[in-house]
Each structure stands twice: as C-alpha cells, then as structure tokens.
C-alpha cells in the first residue's frame, strides 16, 4: 500500500512490487475456469513413432507486437473457457489496438486446453490456431475462435468458421494438416500433458505452452503473466479489464 510523503524515497524495485500487490488484489478476484486439485505428477508421454518434432516444422507465430517491447504479457487460455473469451473480447482486443500497436506491449498466446468433460473441443481448437499460426492466420483464427465459441463448442465443427475467417487458399492448406489430427487433442492438468492416443503436428507445440503453463503454475484459465524490463512479476488469474490494466501498465512504464 501507499506510504504517502515517503513512496518517492522508496527504491525503484519496491514501488514496483507495491504496484504488483495492489494489481494482484483486483485481478484474483474473479476467477476464471480452475482445474481440480493436482494429481501426482506424471512425466509427458514419450514421442510416438511418426509424431514430427518441432525442429522439423516452422514454429506458430502466436503474438501480437514488437518483442523489444518495455512489456511483455504472456496469456495461457482454454478456447472453450468463458473468461478466456471475455479476456481476450473486452481486454486483449483493445489492448491490441493501443498499447501493442503502440509498441509498449508485447503479447504472447500460450495455449492450455484444459482436461474438463465439458471442454471437449479444447484441444482440437488449440490444434486449428497452431496451424493457422504456422501459416500467419493466427489472428483471424483467435478471433474465428472467440468470436463463435457458443457455437463450435457446441457441435465441433471449427472448419466452419476457420473457413470464414481467412482466405480459401490459407484454409485450404491448413484444414488438410487438420485432416490428420484425430479429436480430442492435448490437454493440460497440474504438473501433467495429457497427450492424445494419436499425435498429429500441431501437438508438439501445444504439448509445450502447457509445459511452460505448469512450471508457471496454471491452475486455471486464463492465466497471465507480466514482465517488465526483464523483471518477472506474481501470474495473475481470472479477468481483469483494460481500463485496470492500462492503468497498471501506465504505472510500471512510469517507474
């Protein structure tokens, strides 16, 4: 909390994690979907026969802005998940209109499909905006994602709408990568990759945001984390909107 007449004597770093405490307070109020307790830890399933290795394809391209940016935010999210899809609609959105294209903040998609019974069509999706990715539709195909998630993950028909969201030779090229990839796809638990019986190309990738998510820890979308000028602050969780955000950007980028 604020000292008054003594914040300006503070040094740099304490006003910093001040700020962090005060922002943490509003952001972990509302959470966002939360997985189970943590199982026991089990290793990721070694690599089948036939699954490609990341070094052998270009890797997805799933940011927005400059990576010399003073701040980077780095976001975990399930397509399925409600607060990721607020998140991104009310928050991100703007975010990236002004303060990405700005170039005071670089954002980073991590995906982390969760293991629930009703996020069905969670992997499958996180399949479709890798690929987009490696074809540079990784924005059509987040938006396509959000924008209609009533409706695929009602049903599971994602090519609808990827096919609306790009042009006909993109998707063309991108849905027969996805016609190898066998439902349900990777999906994350504590300290856990659930991988699929059957590994099609775009789960190498999927397989390591939800590495990076659980070494964070995610335990429940979406998930973010804030880094300014190399400093690595608390994750927070849940939604938070721009408004808060901006503020709490405009505040680190003052210090």
Request: hydrophobic letters at 35%.
């Amino acid at each position: 909390m604020s000292n008054g007449g003594n914040n300006e004597k503070q040094p740099r770093r304490t006003r910093v994690m001040v700020l962090v405490c005060s922002i943490s307070l509003v952001v972990l109020t509302v959470a966002g979907v939360r997985l189970s307790a943590a199982s026991p830890a089990r290793q990721s399933p070694a690599r089948h026969k036939g699954y490609v290795r990341a070094a052998e394809l270009p890797a997805p391209i799933k940011a927005y802005g400059s990576s010399g940016a003073p701040i980077k935010m780095e976001v975990f999210t399930d397509y399925e998940c409600p607060m990721c899809r607020n998140l991104y609609e009310q928050t991100l959105r703007p975010m990236i209109g002004d303060y990405v294209a700005s170039g005071k903040v670089y954002l980073v998609h991590h995906d982390y499909p969760l293991d629930l019974a009703e996020h069905k069509y969670s992997g499958q999706a996180a399949r479709w905006a890798n690929v987009a990715a490696q074809y540079g539709q990784f924005e059509a195909a987040e938006e396509a994602l959000y924008d209609n998630q009533a409706a695929w993950s009602a049903d599971g028909n994602i090519a609808k709408y990827m096919a609306a969201a790009m042009p006909g030779s993109d998707f063309s090229r991108i849905e027969k990568v996805m016609a190898t990839c066998e439902p349900p796809g990777p999906k994350g638990q504590p300290g856990t990759v659930l991988m699929p019986p059957h590994p099609c190309e775009p789960d190498t990738y999927i397989e390591h945001d939800i590495e990076l998510g659980n070494a964070v820890p995610v335990t429940g979308t979406p998930t973010y984390v804030i880094t300014y000028k190399g400093q690595r602050l608390p994750a927070g969780s849940g939604f938070v909107s721009w408004p808060v955000l901006r503020q709490f950007f405009d505040n680190l980028l003052r210090q």
